[in-house]
Antibody, heavy 118, light 111 residues
């Protein structure tokens, strides 16, 4: 059973940088699949942020591309999200998940609540 | 605004059938990429229920089924039960945007 666990600060000040990490257990990141970040603002729907392959190949949401960096650390079997210049609208539950272009997101983390303070 | 369009809400009485639509385009659902369906209850992560046309995740009853026609997909739930209440999301991959895309979500209420 693949397990994903998000970690990071729950509170970030406006204009600063949000940084989250997703630790993957019971599956090697290098075995395949893309690894994604998805967020959900309070009371709203799911928004894909970006995905990374273990080689470092990335895809980003066009709406967030200018502020997002996703990186992978295969030695620690984890991947990370960096979102710069955060604003109140970036307050959300951030999920990490496993997926592929033609496949669904089949494993998800439990989510990490991030609040941007103004 | 979501790339995939879903109705904000649907409802039905116990035992009835409901249909949740998901409208996309020729760059996502209209391609070889399928629509996948997730259910989310408040405070929990989304759970995959149907994927790659009509495969159900383990433990999902056969009351749940999916279909696809052209640039649209649908999730059908028959024999509605109270535990079916929740938010349902469709998701696909957009080959023009090179992006994974979600519908805005549909809240199902069992009356």
């Amino acid at each position: 059973q693949v397990q994903l666990q998000e970690s990071g600060p729950g509170l970030v000040k406006a204009s600063e940088t949000l940084f989250l990490t997703c630790l993957v257990s019971d599956y090697s990141i290098t075995s395949g699949y893309y690894w994604a970040w998805i967020r959900q603002p309070p009371g709203k729907g799911l928004e894909w942020i970006g995905s990374i392959y273990h080689t470092g190949r990335t895809y980003y949401s066009p709406a967030l591309k200018s502020r997002v960096t996703i990186s992978v650390d295969t030695s620690k079997n984890q991947f990370s999200l960096r979102l710069t210049s955060v604003i109140a609208a970036d307050s959300a539950v951030y999920y990490c998940a496993r997926g592929q272009q033609w496949l669904p997101f089949d494993y998800w983390g439990q989510g990490s609540q991030v609040t941007v303070s103004t | 605004q979501s790339v995939l369009t879903q109705p904000p809400s649907v409802s039905g009485a116990p035992g009835q059938r409901v249909l949740i639509s998901c409208t996309g385009s020729y760059s996502n659902i209209g391609t070889v990429n399928d629509a996948h369906w997730y259910k989310q209850i408040p405070g929990a992560a989304p759970k995959l229920i149907i994927y790659t046309k009509r495969d159900r995740s383990l433990g999902v009853p056969d009351r749940f089924s999916a279909s696809k026609s052209g640039t649209s997909a649908s999730l059908a739930i028959t024999g509605l039960q109270p535990e079916d209440e929740g938010d349902y999301y469709c998701q696909s991959y957009d080959t023009t945007l090179n992006a994974w895309v979600f519908g805005g979500g549909t809240r199902l209420t069992v009356l």
